[in-house]
């Protein structure tokens, strides 16, 4: 597509580059390091993707994971997410999967981590059976 934004990456942004995708920093990081995992072929959707591109984005996950532990040993966790379709938040409409370093602390309360998409379920106690 002429005008997305992942279609016509360029190489000073590439971290790595694989068969079916490629990795870059997020622009507008959640912490230091955020990194997107982005196909190489424009879908709007994760859920459109191959089977060929979903094997090589893991690939390249778990390579941007260790990639990046080696970098910051002050990381201590992550969070791995994809926006499919407007109402979850997608804003650009060429999948992408991004992966967000953690550290200790970096919030008050971690408990819940992705469920913080609706702050108000993030954090949940569990219930004892009576």
Known sequence: MEDCLFCGFNNEELIEEGEYC?????????????????????????????????????????????RIENLDETVSGFNVGVNAGRDAGQSIFHAH??????????????????????????TYVRRSKA
């Not at 370093?101 to 379920?121: F, M, T």
């Open 97 to 122: 999967m991004h992966l967000i370093p953690r550290r200790r602390g970096d919030i008050e309360n971690p408990q819940g981590g992705v469920r913080g998409v609706i702050p108000y379920k993030r």
């Open 22 to 66: 490629y990795s870059r920093r997020d622009g507008y990081p959640v912490s230091e390091h955020h990194t997107l995992i982005i196909p190489k072929r424009h879908v709007a959707s994760y859920f459109d993707l191959n089977a060929d591109e979903i094997m090589d984005m893991h690939r390249m996950l778990a390579g941007m994971k260790a």
